[in-house]
Antibody
């Protein structure tokens, strides 16, 4: 079955960096675009970034553009999110999610990980 | 960016009721619309994709409808396990914005 397991969250000071990972299994990783979505405590969902199945293209939310970078290692079926110049408002649970339909980037998010908490605080 | 507006923000309904949640996009998104259910402390779960496609394994009492700017999620014969917060999301253009959520309480 499809499994997505995030790791790398923690407490980090403002201005510092962090790398999140998402280990994927149970499906052909190279066929699916992958996304990051975040959720602040008690608030709604915010889409963060997407990377194409082959890693050649990506897109970001305006709130993270220039500070966050999404990447993937298809040989290790792992998705990454590098967070730089972190701000207090980046504090959230970060979910990785798999595209619903292979080779699409617009079919919805069919599978989600359990999330990893990032807290930005001095 | 495309804005997604859900209504109502919250509602309370009884087991067996039919519930409808509405999602409106600020511009035409064709059928690039998904619906998710989220329970406290859990990740969201996809219910409906491409406006009306039912995710595999889900009961047919969940249904989606719409195209362009106006969409609905309908839950027929509400069950106790249907509580949670429901979100719509557009995937017509980046960023793939979510609605603000609709909290469903079972009476």
């Amino acid at each position: 079955q499809v499994q997505l397991v995030e790791s790398g969250g923690g407490v980090v000071q403002p201005g510092r960096s962090l790398r999140l990972s998402c280990a994927a299994s149970g499906f052909t990783f190279t066929r699916y675009a992958m996304h990051w979505v975040r959720q602040t405590a008690g608030k709604g969902l915010e889409w963060v970034a997407v990377i194409s199945h082959d890693g050649r293209s990506d897109n970001y939310a305006d709130s993270v553009k220039g500070r966050f970078s999404i990447s993937r290692d298809n040989s290790k079926t792992t998705l990454f999110l590098d967070l730089h110049n972190l701000r207090a408002e980046d504090t959230a649970v970060y979910y990785c999610a798999r595209e619903q339909i292979s080779y699409s980037r617009s079919s919805g998010l069919g599978y989600w990980g359990q999330g990893t908490l990032v807290t930005v605080s001095s | 960016d495309i804005q997604m507006t859900q209504s109502p923000s919250s509602l309370s309904a009884s087991v067996g009721d039919r519930v409808t949640i509405t999602c409106r996009a600020s511009q035409d998104i064709r059928t690039y619309l998904s619906w998710y259910q989220q329970k406290p402390g859990k990740a969201p779960k996809l219910l409906i994709y491409s406006a009306s496609g039912l995710q595999s394994g889900l009961p047919s009492r969940f249904s989606g409808f719409g195209s362009g700017t106006d969409f609905t999620l309908t839950i027929n014969s509400l069950q106790p396990d249907d509580f949670g917060t429901y979100y719509c999301q557009q995937s017509a253009s980046f960023p793939h914005t979510f609605g603000q959520g609709t909290k469903l309480e079972i009476k």
